[in-house]
């Protein structure tokens, strides 16, 4: 801080050598440890800017980056060796479950680097993305705090489409209230209460994350099985926006990045396209006539011209009408006529495979298919 370093170049020249000759260890932990630095002090940078940092930045407990060329790790049996020094070095036996095994004994994974922390070993794999395959049709989602509502257009066969999250919502409210309570019961032991918190945010996290984990699996299987490229909404919040706090806090507990982010990665990994576009308007705007309503608008989108449909799904259409006419290719794929689709019945996302095919299967397990259904017919990867 007090140098203005910047760089990896820079804090090398400046802190190596000492580093070096202070402590006899592997020479590349040097290196890794200057980025976390680095990492640490812009982070630092971006709070004073912002007025939030009060004291200097410092690690809370030890740990140990290193890159793929500083271990060994057999693929097999999951023995980790770590040098230490010249002639030293520790071994680890890694216990690699089935889900583990997926990713090690496929030679398509290539390791990264590793972090160790205590209690847990981090190790990264990645793999050449393929190339995204041309579209032959597409699915906009609306990012809702239930559910992803959008249309699904494969050449001129449409149908709107809805994927639940799984009750995310509940889930937070839940445990917002359980937090809230707890609080208040060990308000005088605040290390207990500290503890107590922590274990109930975990909680949270991961009902959370494996919700949203299978809900955009589902997504991203159906996308693959169809060739379909998805849209999304390229979502920013900003300032209070004259809501409530109880609104603000909804909104901040809302894990939209974490639905894109899931998304985005599983497309990559199966070649699937991925698109965003501007959200703005997309609740307010008919998709029939392309008027703005500037009042508030309520669970139904009503217009003047007699188009009326749920309000996130016509913000579906709008997504997808933005998409087609900001993407040629896509276009010339599938044909968007809303009006067809104005009476059709929402289809659960995980029957699109019988929707095309001119039934839908329930969704209870049972397998038994209804009367047809009535459809508007107009029809941690990195890029290669």
Known sequence: MANGVRSRFRLSR??????????????????????????????????????????????????????????????QSGRLRIPIRAGEHVDISLPVSRWHAGFLKDPSWYLGSITIVPGKILIAVRRNAPVPLPSRSVISMDTNEDS??????????????????????????????????????????????????????????????????????????????????????????????????????????WPRREIHRQ????????????????????????????????????????????????RQLNAGLNILKTALASNGALAR???????????DAVIPLWDLPGLLAGTREEPSGVDPRGPPVRMGLSRRTHKA
């Open 14 to 75: 400046l802190a190596y050598a000492e580093l070096s000759a202070g402590h006899r260890i592997y020479k590349q932990y040097i290196c890794s440890a200057f980025e976390v630095a680095l990492c640490i002090l812009k982070t630092y940078r971006r709070q004073l800017r912002r007025e939030q940092g009060k004291r200097s930045p410092y690690l809370s407990r030890p740990m140990l980056k290193a890159e793929n060329q500083s271990y060994q790790l057999d693929r």
């Open 148 to 253: 992803l509502d959008g249309v699904f257009l494969d050449g001129d066969i449409g149908a709107l489409v809805r994927l639940p999250l799984g009750g995310v919502r509940q889930v937070q409210s839940t445990h917002f209230r359980r937090r809230r309570r707890l609080a208040r019961k060990k308000d005088g032991d605040s290390r207990i209460r500290r503890i107590l918190l922590a274990r109930d945010g975990r909680r949270e996290r991961n009902r959370v994350r494996q919700r949203l984990h299978v809900a955009t699996k589902k997504l991203v299987t159906t996308a693959k099985a169809n060739r379909a490229t998805i849209v999304l909404e390229n979502l920013t919040l900003r300032g209070a926006g004259g809501r409530s706090r109880r609104m603000n806090r909804r909104l901040c507990s």
């Open 263 to 310: 998304i985005e990665y599983k497309a990559l990994e199966n070649g699937i396209s991925v698109m965003k576009v501007d959200p703005r308007n997309t609740s307010k705007t008919c998709p029939a006539c392309g008027a703005i309503r500037r009042d508030r608008v309520g669970k139904v989108f009503t217009c003047t011209c007699g188009w009326r449909m749920d």
């Open 333 to 343: 794929a599938v044909r968007f006529q809303p009006g067809a689709l104005r009476d």
